[in-house]
């Protein structure tokens, strides 16, 4: 995870792994000793001067894994120790590395904090989260920083393009996940328009818990399908996804159904640990998820999946966090999430200015919301559960979906766009018809079509 000397970013997408038993150079590992969370004195201030960024790197992820096994065992006291010494070398200001660490220091922090319930809401509830407005202008700022959600977007259009071929009346319903309001369906519109036999009647449902968001993608939409002179309609759905009632969606006989869902389904899995159907049934082979413990054949998160396949779309598209957030294990949990989020830093580092207001934005209101769920919460309240496509594909097949492979066409539009944005970094890799969004060699996120077997 850390360059050579020289390099404008401290971080790339090499696995933390690879480093974290690393030999130091001799002056880090002075650095690193003086600054072991066993000690009472941090590193003097000359120490940390002479350090090199990838030296200073190296310090800060054995302090990270060091304090995340001590939270993680309960010895608060020397994981306050780790605190302390991350905070001489962490800058949410700094090179990649630091702001990365400052995340993870404000998330462990705040794990540590739960031992004494109190003082934690005493000190947490004036740092309230962002606001929605303050969220939706995150998602827009890193749609322009990293690209990968638009990448991802476009491949969905281009497969309910094609999935919706001749037919007549289209119904699109987004699961909340639209990462810019209607900019993507937008798009769509477009696509539509341009068809040769001529655009269908578009009605689109948008769910998502906040109504003004809602009524500026109507408003936008609306005018945009005016425009172009598509027959449109929009249906708001103001719900979280988790207590949402398909009845509202007011899906009709007769039109044909598409289900777009972008970093939105693994909110779901939250609810399978407040679950209480966890029996499985006598003689059934027992195939409890090693991150919930519960069988994915009664969970909430299935009994959706297979709700939605009732409702027979004709494409199902699926965007998440190509990444394992959801073990019951702290450490292992932390150490994913530390891989994965510095990947993403790095990105960010690389398409913006270090004095950016826009990332800042992003990596405090996005990334580091997501940091402090993952690190900090458990049971329900801990919604960053990201699993990985083939756990995904695992769900979607046991809901009765067969997969549809994302078109080479559509491969082609996204790597041409990935090139086209000035950075060699972005990537996209196709395997078993699904893509993978990637920062260098290192998968992000995942983009998977799906469809009911009635369809095949």
Not at 305 to 320: N, R
């Amino acid at each position: 995870m850390v360059q050579d000397e020289g390099s404008s970013s401290s971080v790339t997408s090499s696995p933390l792994q690879n480093f974290s038993n690393m030999p130091l150079h001799p002056l880090a590992a002075a650095a690193a000793a003086a600054s072991s969370p066993a000690t009472a004195t941090p590193a003097p201030p000359w120490m940390m001067r002479e350090l090199r960024s990838d030296e200073r790197g190296l310090c800060l992820i054995h302090l990270l894994l060091n304090c995340a096994a001590a939270a993680s065992s309960g010895r608060l006291d020397a994981a306050n120790a780790a605190l302390e010494h991350i905070a001489t070398l962490a800058a949410p200001d700094g090179d990649a590395m630091q702001r990365v660490a400052a995340a993870f220091a404000e998330a462990l922090a705040r794990r540590a904090l739960r031992a004494w319930p109190g003082l934690c809401r005493g000190l947490l509830l004036p740092r309230s989260s962002p606001t929605p407005a303050e969220s939706a202008a995150a998602r827009r700022h890193f749609l322009d920083l990293c690209p990968f959600l638009r990448l991802a977007g476009a491949a969905a259009n281009q497969s309910i393009l094609e999935s919706m071929e001749s037919e007549k009346i289209v119904h699109v319903i987004d699961l909340g996940g639209a990462a810019d309001g209607a900019a993507q369906w937008v798009e769509l519109l477009h696509l539509l328009a341009a068809r040769p036999e001529g655009p269908p009647h578009l009605r689109l449902t948008s769910v998502h818990p906040h109504k003004d968001l809602l009524s500026q993608s109507a408003m936008a939409l609306t005018k945009e399908a005016e425009r172009l002179d598509i027959p449109f309609q929009f249906n708001p759905v103001v719900s979280p996804l988790d207590s949402l009632d398909l009845e509202s969606l007011r899906v009709k006989t007769g039109e044909a159904l598409a289900v777009f869902s972008s970093l939105q389904l693994h909110s779901l899995l939250a609810t399978d640990d407040d679950s209480t159907i966890t029996t499985v049934a006598a003689g059934e082979k027992d195939r409890r998820s090693p991150e919930s413990g519960i069988s994915p054949s009664t969970s909430r998160t299935d009994a959706f999946l297979t709700a939605i396949w009732g409702l027979s779309p004709k494409v199902f598209v699926i965007t998440e966090q190509e990444a394992s957030h959801n073990s019951g294990n702290l450490t292992e949990r932390f150490v994913e999430a530390l891989n994965y989020y510095a990947a993403l830093f790095d990105c960010l580092e690389s398409g913006a200015a270090r004095g950016s207001v826009e990332r800042a934005r992003v990596e405090r209101w996005m990334l580091g919301e997501e940091i402090k769920n993952i690190v900090a919460c458990d049971g329900g309240e801990r919604r960053e559960r990201h699993e990985r496509l083939d756990r995904w594909a695992r769900r979607m097949e046991g809901a009765g979906f067969g997969r549809v492979p994302l078109s080479y066409y559509a491969l082609l539009q996204a790597r041409r766009v990935a090139q086209g944005l000035g950075c060699d970094g972005f990537k996209v890799r196709e395997e078993k018809g699904s893509f993978f969004l990637c920062w260098h060699d290192r998968a992000l996120f995942s983009v998977s079509a799906w469809r009911g077997r009635r369809f095949d």
